[in-house]
């Protein structure tokens, strides 16, 4: 079975890394819509446009579903095309509900951008899930380009965090759920600024277990779900996956190093 995996840039690779983890005899087609990036502060029709586009050129590959490995795109493009058309469209939602449900006392920080956080998808989450109201909000946009870039240890970026994360009181917080597919890069750095006690929890698990659903398609053992995936060589990632960076085939080798050393830090971020 081909399955696509769709994101704003390359946030959505942590989507695919969790699927080779648990799905992994699938073939998949990951497009990173890095012309556009980043989607969280643009306008929602604008990314509604960007969102068909890229769905036709998936269907044009022929894929038998479709994952939305982002979390705004989700919030404004889900409905439309599930009515659109006709193959499944599976989205993806900040992990509010795990998150509240495993804390009990404590608070949960959801980070995310500013489209996420403005659409009413994720408020009418919270309403139901959120019954004590220990939700807070945090909207991160720089993350995105901090991922894109590849800085994840600049002085730019821990600067970042050091003026974002003194909004808040880290030591209140449970867990703190990345509403970003971007934001999973950058776990190590996270608990720099958050205590032993806070989780961090993200949609991924979720996403890949509703994608099996929705297809029928068998858990994979337990075993193989805890076995380290790391590449060394970049023509080990097409063995899995064909890439596309907005509808332009990735075949060079600088781009495909790009991609391994992105999916090697992602299973690093697995231990945090």
Do not use: W
Request: glycine share 4%.
């Amino acid at each position: 079975m081909k399955i696509g995996i769709f994101d704003s840039g390359i946030g959505g690779l942590s989507v695919l890394q969790e699927a080779y983890h648990q799905l992994s005899g699938q073939e998949y087609i990951f497009y990173a819509d890095t012309d556009h990036v980043p989607y969280g502060n643009k306008e929602p029709e604008e990314i509604l446009g960007y969102c068909r586009n890229t769905a036709a050129f998936l269907i044009e590959q022929g894929v038998s579903a479709i994952l939305i490995a982002c979390n705004t795109a989700t919030s404004v493009a889900v409905r439309q095309l599930r009515q659109e058309l006709e193959l499944p469209i599976i989205g993806m939602e900040p992990a509010v509900k795990p998150a509240v449900e495993q804390t009990e006392e404590k608070r949960v920080l959801v980070m995310a951008t500013p489209v996420t956080l403005r659409e009413t998808k994720l408020k009418n989450l919270i309403e139901r899930v959120d019954e004590h109201h220990r939700v807070d909000l945090l909207a991160m946009p720089e993350l995105v380009r901090f991922a894109e870039s590849e800085q994840f240890d600049s002085p730019e970026l821990h600067a970042y965090l050091e003026a974002q994360f003194s909004k808040v009181h880290p030591e209140e917080y449970s867990a703190l759920v990345m509403g970003c597919t971007h934001f999973n890069y950058f776990k190590d750095l996270y608990r720099n600024y958050f205590p032993d006690y806070t989780a961090f929890v993200d949609g991924n698990v979720g996403t890949i277990r509703h994608l099996m659903r929705k297809l029928d398609l068998p858990a994979e053992a337990a075993e193989a779900q805890d076995i380290r995936i790391h590449f060394n060589d970049p023509e080990e990632l097409l063995q899995h996956t064909t890439y596309y960076m907005s509808g332009r085939r990735v075949q060079e080798k600088e781009m495909l190093e790009h991609f391994l050393r992105l999916h090697n830090r992602l299973e690093e971020m697995r231990k945090f």
